[in-house]
């Protein structure tokens, strides 16, 4: 069994920066590749940014108002703990943020919330304009 739980959520004005973490129990979370996904009031839960094992590879939303460029995804495995850095916040990008871990170990499609098989139970973020 895996937690999560999530931290650095907060208010921020227009263009500032947070930094998310997200800590995760157990001895095997070098073995997690680890995701962000933020859900906005009335909107389903989508996509943010992933990261492999290693912290090797890392992918980020590519829809409308995309976060590339803006977030950046990262991870300390000796500290069990996951980090989004988001810089240039923009109002649209206020909504409830999580953290998941996929452990089944095999390279996946972490764009799919499907992916994952553990779920932090989030942080909200407010950017005021």
């Known amino acids: 069994q895996v937690q999560l739980v999530e931290s650095g959520g907060g208010l921020v004005q227009a263009g500032g920066s947070l930094r998310l973490s997200c800590a995760a129990s157990g001895r095997t979370f070098s073995r997690y590749a680890m995701g962000w996904f933020r859900q906005a009031p009335g909107k389903e839960r989508e996509f943010v940014a992933s990261i492999s094992w290693s912290g090797g590879v890392t992918y980020y939303a590519d829809y409308a108002d995309s976060v590339k460029g803006r977030f950046t995804i990262s991870r300390d495995n000796a500290k069990n703990t996951v980090y989004l850095q988001m810089n240039s916040l923009k109002p649209e990008d206020t909504a409830v943020y999580y953290c998941?871990?996929?452990?089944?170990?095999?390279?996946?499609?972490?764009?799919?919330?499907?992916?994952?098989?553990?779920w932090g139970q989030g942080t909200q973020v407010t950017v005021s304009s």
């Open positions: 998941a871990a996929d452990s089944s170990g095999i390279r996946r499609n972490w764009y799919w919330r499907s992916s994952y098989d553990y």
